[in-house]
């Protein structure tokens, strides 16, 4: 299949980008029990039943459950025997991103025009089918044993992939306002944040759109660096850290000794109104990075004036920084899983495209605390 010479067709040729991506289609974790998993997500961050695939659905070695809010899909699956591939990547990893698929026009397509440009294969276009219609689906590898997943949706209308079937539930939790996947973050190894730079370049054509080095993000004791890697359209922003040396063992040598690898260190998600989004996940036990009080002395006169009340950003801990085109709110939350490894952000945009750099030192001397409780810093 890699020698087969791809001809672009005339949507990405109009497009001007020969791999062109619409959106996030979905997330898949690989999780100890899904089953509890996925109530997490709807108690706790307002997703909604989606969509189930298992032994019900004739699946015999997992099951999966999917949750949706607006046009965030997430997958929560689990190995229902011992000795899978699953199995043992959990036992690896813990929870964690095992894909992140992306929603495409043409799945052979993207797939035939990465292989070609050096990628490895996760998986080779499959058509799947059902009485809603057929996707298209291809996947490649990325760091760690994170995969990208090309899906092609154009022709089905069923609730999210054939062979799944509507979960349908008596419990629905009210959404907390959360809109779309901004951004997703993957930690990898010491010396290996240019390698994979270029692979979205190369591979992805995706464009550096962002650099900061270990001077801009490194408190006393830790620093590491980041690249943010951007597609075309700018729907999909890739930072990638790696760690640099600090005094003292940095959040992502942390992560990659407990995540026994590179992975998704965190996933950012979207909404129009942080203050009520967060209020809404602190009272259904979502916990948050704790900013100090000082953080909220010097806020107006570092990033000016804002819409929102200083006090209520203070009260829940929310983070504000400004750059040429607007301002952005942020908050992260603690880790979500048994290991010190992967956590969610909460974004709101106002006009800024960058990523809250003013807002590192806080956050990482917020991280540092928590470390310090872990006895890993
Ligand atoms: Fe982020």
Redesign the pocket.
């Known amino acids: 299949m890699s020698n087969t010479k791809v001809e672009l067709p005339k949507v990405y040729k109009d497009a001007g980008d020969f791999m062109p991506i619409l959106g996030t289609d979905y997330i898949e974790l690989y999780v100890s029990n899904a089953k509890q998993a996925a109530h997490f997500y709807k108690s706790a961050f307002g997703f909604q039943s989606l969509a189930y695939a298992g032994l019900e659905t004739g699946l015999r070695d997992r099951e999966s459950y999917v949750v949706v809010q607006d046009k965030i899909r997430v997958v929560l699956t689990s190995p229902l025997r011992s000795g899978s591939k699953i199995g043992e990547h959990i036992d690896k990893h813990g929870d964690g991103v095992k894909v992140n698929a992306l929603w495409v026009a043409d799945a052979t397509y993207a797939y035939n025009t990465a292989i070609e440009r050096g990628a490895t294969s996760y998986m080779e276009p499959v058509t799947e089918e059902d009485e809603h219609g057929k996707v298209v689906r291809s996947g490649i590898y990325t760091y760690g044993e994170v995969v990208h997943i090309f899906v092609e949706r154009k022709e089905y209308n069923g609730v999210f992939l054939p062979g799944y079937k509507e979960w349908k539930t008596t419990y629905n939790p009210e959404p907390v306002g959360l809109k779309f996947v901004d951004?997703m973050?993957g930690n990898v190894e010491l010396g290996r944040m240019d390698y994979w730079v270029k692979f979205y370049q190369d591979v992805m054509g995706f464009t550096q759109i962002l650099s900061f080095d270990d001077k801009e993000i490194s408190t006393e004791y830790t620093a590491l660096m980041s690249k943010v890697m951007s597609n075309g359209n700018g729907r999909i922003k890739f930072?990638i850290n790696e760690p640099a040396p600090g005094l003292k063992k940095s959040q992502v040598d942390e992560y990659l000794e407990f995540y026994e690898g590179e992975g998704v260190q965190?996933v950012?998600v979207a909404t129009d109104d942080i203050v009520k989004t967060v209020t809404a996940l602190q009272n259904r036990g979502v916990e948050f990075l704790n900013i100090p009080s000082t953080y909220y002395d010097v806020l107006e006169s570092r990033v000016g004036k804002i819409d929102e009340d200083i006090d209520s950003l203070k009260k829940l801990g929310i983070l504000v920084d400004r750059d040429d085109e607007g301002y952005l709110l942020q908050i992260f939350t603690k880790t979500i899983q048994a290991r010190p490894t992967m956590f969610f952000?909460i974004i709101q945009r106002k006009g800024a495209t960058s990523?809250g750099k003013g807002n590192f030192k806080a956050l990482f001397e917020a991280i540092e605390r928590e470390q310090e409780l872990r006895g890993t810093l």
């Open positions: 951004h973050v930072p965190h950012a952000e990523f």
